[in-house]
């Protein structure tokens, strides 16, 4: 029998559950906590960590990644994008069905379970993809966080735009739906009426914020009418946060990219093709509205919707060019930056990015730093300031739309499951994460 694996952590600057901070230990052992406390004496075997002048946080979990596995691993895969993810404190991710094959069956989601078993240092979880066919095995299919639903900004099977399929998917079972809102028909007319043109920046203005109310305006109402498990992904308009803030049944959540609070419309004369993405960046007041509704609780979490391509791939005249970009080794230090910047509290990016969703998914014994709770944990240091540079990117794309931005808050160790998976710059590739479970 192996002995078991213990870790101490000295002297941090803890984030309790509460949202209160002490500076105190804490001891894990295998793969849970077992004590927080102001000091705590060395067990034999222990490895200490000493976190003098660093503050712990509960890992974050990202709730939405598009990890490119299977049929597209030129652009990323699980190994490179779990990597990435112990570099920026996330322990956990939720990925999405648009891979090829798409995740649209039991049998697609075991092999995508058992690729993660045999690649992924950090916890993961894999959605299942609605398409007009597949009911049975949304109802089925396990272990899944829930059913995604493209209702625009997708082509083939996956997209499922007219309001009697989808009226069949909210019809029938409990499983949490989570929808990509943007109305496909809108956006359909405004490609013709901005055809031929090729600044990306009409982007913005194809898949505007009526395209995005309408599919929410319709999901919202599917979901009441069956009184449905909703989270509406990647919210971008001030228009959908103030539907919300008008009527959000309690069983409703919504999200929120940290691109779609701190980048806008002016993104697109820096980094051109690097600022598209689905949906698209907004207007500087769309930003603040989704600030004030994040503060508020209208929107409940942070997600990245990590979704890479290539240098090459992004180089291409729009609107050839793919939508979607990186960004799980930068979400933590871009919002623990806001918070030094005073949009926010530490305490309140804990809640948005782990509590908040381990709650929402029902996904047990996440998101907190308590006994009991899994031993998934990352030490930042937030008195350096560092810039984000293309070279030290460990997803495999290579680029972030965050580059040369000074950032606080990056991660210093990532710890997964009680064993380092990340320290100092080195990453730790035998470690490997597990199957999240969802109640």
């Known amino acids: 029998m192996s002995s078991p694996k213990i870790l101490l952590i000295r002297h941090a600057r803890i984030i309790l559950p509460n949202g209160e901070v002490m500076i105190g230990d804490v001891l894990t052992r295998d793969r849970q906590i077992v004590e927080v406390a102001p000091e705590i004496s060395q067990p034999a075997l222990a490895t200490e960590i000493d976190a003098q002048g660093l503050t712990l946080l509960p890992g974050v979990i990202d709730p939405q990644v598009h990890f490119r596995e299977p049929g597209l691993e030129h652009k990323e895969d699980l190994f490179t994008a779990s990597c990435a993810c112990a570099k920026g404190g996330v322990t956990s991710f939720l990925e999405m069905p648009n891979t090829r094959p798409l995740t649209t069956t039991q049998q697609a989601l075991d092999d995508k379970l058992e690729r993660a078993s045999n690649k992924c240092l950090v916890n993961y979880g894999f959605f299942i993809g609605a398409t007009a066919e597949?009911?049975?095995?949304?109802?089925?299919?396990?272990?899944?966080?829930?059913?995604?639903?493209?209702?625009?900004?997708?082509?083939?099977?996956?997209?499922?735009?007219?309001?009697?399929?989808?009226?069949?998917?909210?019809?029938?079972?409990?499983?949490?739906?989570?929808?990509?809102?943007?109305?496909?028909?809108?956006?359909?007319?405004?490609?013709?009426?901005?055809?031929?043109?090729?600044?990306?920046?009409?982007?913005?203005?194809?898949q505007d914020n009526q395209a995005a109310l309408l599919a929410s305006q319709l999901a919202l109402k599917l979901s009441k009418k069956y009184q449905r498990r909703l989270h509406i992904l990647h919210l971008s308009t001030a228009e959908e946060a103030e539907l919300l803030r008008q009527d959000k049944p309690s069983w409703v959540t919504a999200e929120v990219t940290p691109q779609h609070l701190l980048l806008n419309t002016s993104?697109?004369?820096?980094?051109?093709?690097?600022?598209?993405?689905?949906?698209?960046?907004?207007?500087?007041?769309?930003?603040?509205?989704?600030?004030?509704?994040?503060?508020?609780?209208?929107?409940?979490?942070?997600?990245?919707?990590?979704?890479?391509?290539?240098?090459?791939?992004?180089?291409?005249?729009?609107?050839?060019?793919?939508?979607?970009?990186?960004?799980?080794?930068?979400?933590?230090?871009?919002?623990?930056?806001a918070a030094m910047e005073g949009k926010c509290t530490v305490a309140q990016v804990v809640n948005w990015m782990s509590k908040a969703v381990a709650v929402a998914y029902g996904i047990p014994n996440k998101g907190a730093i308590a006994p009991g709770y899994d031993a998934d944990l990352v030490l930042v240091d937030l008195n350096t300031y560092r810039p984000v540079r293309r070279e030290e990117l460990l997803t495999k794309c290579g680029w972030s739309p965050f580059e040369g931005w000074n950032l606080t808050g990056w991660a210093v160790t990532t710890i997964v499951g009680g064993e380092i998976v990340y320290d100092k710059g080195q990453v730790n590739t035998q470690v490997r994460g597990q199957a999240l479970t969802f109640l």
Not at 158 to 169: F, M, N, P, Q, R
Not at 304 to 310: C, L, Q, R, S, Y
């Open 267 to 337: 993104a697109y004369e820096q980094i051109g093709t690097l600022a598209q993405m689905n949906p698209p960046l907004r207007s500087p007041h769309d930003n603040e509205v989704l600030w004030q509704a994040l503060r508020d609780g209208v929107i409940d979490f942070i997600a990245t919707d990590h979704a890479p391509h290539t240098l090459e791939e992004k180089a291409q005249e729009y609107p050839n060019t793919p939508s979607g970009m990186p960004g799980v080794e930068t979400s933590l230090a871009l919002m623990l930056t």
């Open 134 to 206: 597949n009911l049975p095995d949304l109802l089925l299919a396990k272990p899944t966080p829930g059913i995604k639903i493209f209702m625009g900004s997708m082509h083939g099977q996956l997209l499922v735009d007219g309001e009697t399929a989808l009226e069949g998917i909210f019809a029938k079972g409990d499983r949490l739906i989570a929808v990509h809102a943007e109305d496909q028909a809108r956006i359909n007319q405004r490609r013709q009426e901005f055809a031929n043109i090729h600044d990306p920046a009409v982007h913005s203005q194809i």
